[in-house]
């Protein structure tokens, strides 16, 4: 079982390195439909996964300048709060109990089609917002915006474990359609990397992270995402996305259905 988790781990490295999709898109479905890993260890042990591989992220971006450092903060006064409530609240319900896992298995499957829905959308949205810059929100409204978002962006994370990647970098083009795409990918793994961290070790208190399995992920994870990110200029990124977005809804409807 353990080369079937690093392979998998490869394979989730390789497509995030390819689309640049986060992995709890992808890694969390996985666990939970081909091994048979109970939602909420999935949840819990990809948030592990993600803190470790996005902190990595975060270094190369803050070298390279690419982190816009106020954002971060903005997102962060909402996101962690709203990660320890989730938090708190899988632990008065029983993070493990069945019933509350079958609420998550349908968390996962709506943050799956809200990825989809950000793959295949993000331009448009984006052009709209650019074109029309009376609807753009600015000083006070704009930082209470993006508080917003982060508190729910924290829930979402927490409960499901996805949000952080591709819902997450919408948003922000949405809210800030002036910042640069290395901006608003740097921007949108460094937030990620508290409330990651944050959720995870929730998780942890919880019981609900499987170590071995996680180490697993990441040996396979790292050279996944290095060749997938020299192959990236190699393959046509419409059709990727259009891929990408076929396997997620097939995967959202086998967790409802």
């Known amino acids: 079982m353990t080369l079937s988790y690093i392979a998998s781990g490869f394979a989730v490295g390789l497509l995030v390195g390819l689309t640049g999709v986060g992995g709890g898109s992808l890694m969390t479905p996985l666990l939970t439909l081909l091994f048979g890993v109970s939602p909420t260890v999935a949840v819990g042990t990809d948030l592990a996964f993600a803190s470790t591989t996005k902190a990595a992220g975060t270094l190369v971006h803050r070298v390279r300048g690419t982190v816009r450092w106020d954002v971060v903060r903005l997102l962060c006064i909402g996101a962690l709060p709203a ?109 990620a990397v508290p409330l990651t961290a944050i959720a995870a070790f929730g998780h942890w208190w919880l019981g609900s992270i499987n170590w071995e399995l996680l180490f697993s992920l990441l040996l396979g994870s790292v050279p996944g995402i290095t060749l997938g990110s020299y192959a990236a200029r190699a393959v046509p990124e419409k059709i990727l996305r259009g891929l990408l977005a076929t396997t997620l809804t097939a995967v959202a409807a086998k967790l409802v259905f």
């Open 83 to 191: 990660a320890l409530v989730a938090t708190l609240m899988l632990k008065q319900f029983g993070a493990l109990d069945k019933e509350i896992g079958q609420v998550i298995r349908y968390s996962i499957a709506g943050s799956v089609l809200l990825t989809v829905i950000a793959l295949m959308f993000r331009s448009r949205m984006q052009a709209w917002v650019i074109a029309h810059p009376e609807k753009q929100l600015q000083g006070r409204k704009l930082a209470f915006a993006t508080v917003l978002v982060g508190a729910i962006l924290g829930t979402l994370v927490t409960i499901s474990s996805i949000g952080a990647g591709a819902i997450g970098a919408t948003i922000l083009v949405l809210l800030y359609p002036r910042l640069s795409p290395a901006e608003i990918a740097g921007t949108d793994i460094a937030y």
